[in-house]
């Protein structure tokens, strides 16, 4: 059983502030990892996918992967308010991706 | 370009009737999906297909049929619904052959009484 796992918070943090999301996974063959964001009452929206070790950068957003450590991030830079939401983790196998249960995140004023 | 479109939004069935979940899109995307997300479970796989003919299970598929009417279409039925299938349902789409990206549809709220 593939598994990912995300603290389900929540994270609060202040305006202006980084927020730091984290996901692990099981999978050592995995090589696709994905960060949705799910505002209350709507679906899932890609903000991220980043498939080599390193990092990803897009405009406030970065994506970290470690695959020797199992382990794939999001920071968010100078949150806003509007970054308020359910932050979803997803791997992908042969076609079938497994998602962790979400981390909530807070930007408070 | 409307993306994924899903309906109906909302359903309300009682126990033991039917009823199917539609699903299309307009990308030209190869793979399709169905999701139940329930509190505190997140997004569970309930149907897959990878390609248009194929279909195949997910995690949680008891209870639930899937059409791939065509590339564009993907339709999810409940034959005989029960309480436990009380969610909101997803539909997705992903190009495939590289390119994992998965699009989701509004959703569809369910609730069975």
């Known amino acids: 059983q593939k598994e990912v796992e995300q603290n389900s918070g929540p994270l609060s943090v202040p305006e202006g502030a980084i927020a730091s999301l984290n996901c692990t996974y099981s999978d050592r063959g995995s090589q696709s990892f994905f960060w949705y964001r799910q505002y209350s009452g709507k679906s899932p929206e890609l903000i991220m996918s980043?498939?080599?070790?390193g990092d990803k950068e897009d405009g406030r957003f970065t994506a970290q992967l470690n695959k020797a450590s199992q382990y794939v991030s999001l920071l968010i830079r100078d949150s806003q308010p509007s970054d308020s939401a359910t932050y979803l983790c997803a791997v992908m196998g042969s076609y079938i991706p497994t998602f962790g249960r979400g981390t909530s995140l807070i930007v408070h004023p | 370009n409307a993306g994924v479109t899903q309906t109906p939004k909302f359903q309300v069935l009682k126990t033991g009737q039917s009823m199917t979940l539609q699903c299309a899109q307009d990308m030209n995307h190869n793979s399709m999906y169905w999701y139940r997300q329930d509190p505190g479970m997140g997004l569970r796989l309930i149907y897959y297909?990878?390609?248009?003919?194929?279909?195949d299970k997910g995690e949680v598929p008891n209870g639930y049929n899937v059409s791939r009417l065509n590339k564009r279409e993907f339709s999810l039925r409940l034959e005989s619904a029960a309480p436990s299938q009380t969610s909101v349902y997803f539909c997705a789409s992903m190009q495939g052959q590289g390119n994992y990206e998965q699009y989701f549809g509004p959703g569809t709220r369910l609730t069975v009484t």
């Open positions: 980043i498939y080599s070790n």
């Open positions: 297909s990878a390609s248009e003919g194929t279909t």
